[in-house]
């Protein structure tokens, strides 16, 4: 782990970010045009967590940029938050070949620039959008079918929230009352509630 002593946040995002851009670590670095290592405030009591970069994210090096991350934008206009309230990153900060899930091997092997990020920020919620985010963080033995909208304690205190990843709820456009959307509108409102108890209480 960093040493945090001495430097600010944006510093020390600043010492991820250019050893993200030097980690040839897993073999997704073959691939990518850009790391994404991600964006937004470094004061935000939530973080999201989204899975990989994907073509836009690649082409541009900023996470959720595609269809799924305009759909992220709308999901948290829609309780009035903006992108730069929250801070917005993934599981691997490299595209995985065809946007296919990553593998185990290269998880493990990025997880430690996500540990970082999280320390530096020292968020109150994580939200977990999708399952790899969410197995990347609990464990295997969660289905994000299941659990999305549910709070677990993980380390410091910190609770891990899951919900449906916005490219899961392009697939599935039903709005449809207990539709996946539909569920993600109850989720966010509680995501906006928490923004609302946390903001300010460091
Ligand atoms: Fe390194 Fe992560 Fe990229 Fe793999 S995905 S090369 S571990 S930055």
Not at 106 to 135: D, M, S, W, Y
Request: glycine residues 8%.
């Amino acid at each position: 782990m960093m040493n945090l002593v001495g430097n600010t946040k944006e510093e020390l995002m600043e010492i991820v970010k250019r050893r993200v851009e030097s980690c040839a670590t897993c073999p997704l670095y073959l691939h990518r045009n850009n790391v994404v290592v991600g964006e937004g405030s470094l004061d935000t009591p939530i973080i999201f967590v989204g899975e990989g970069p994907g073509e836009e994210e690649d082409k541009t090096g900023r996470p959720f940029v595609g269809r799924a991350g305009q759909l992220l934008d709308k999901i948290l206009e829609s309780v009035g938050l903006k992108r730069n309230d929250v801070y917005i990153t993934n599981v691997v900060k490299c595209r995985p070949p065809n946007n296919r899930t990553p593998t185990s091997a290269e998880q493990r092997a990025c997880l430690h620039f996500l540990l970082a990020q999280i320390e530096i920020i020292n968020p109150k919620v994580i939200v977990a959008l999708g399952a790899t985010a969410l197995n990347a963080l609990l464990g295997s033995n969660y289905q994000i079918t299941k659990v999305r909208g549910r709070k677990f304690e993980w380390k410091a205190g910190i609770i891990i929230f899951p919900m449906f990843h916005p490219s899961f709820l392009l697939r599935n456009p039903s709005k449809a009352q207990g539709s996946p959307k539909w569920l993600t509108w109850e989720d966010i409102k509680e995501v906006k509630r928490m923004f609302d108890e946390y903001k300010g209480k460091g």
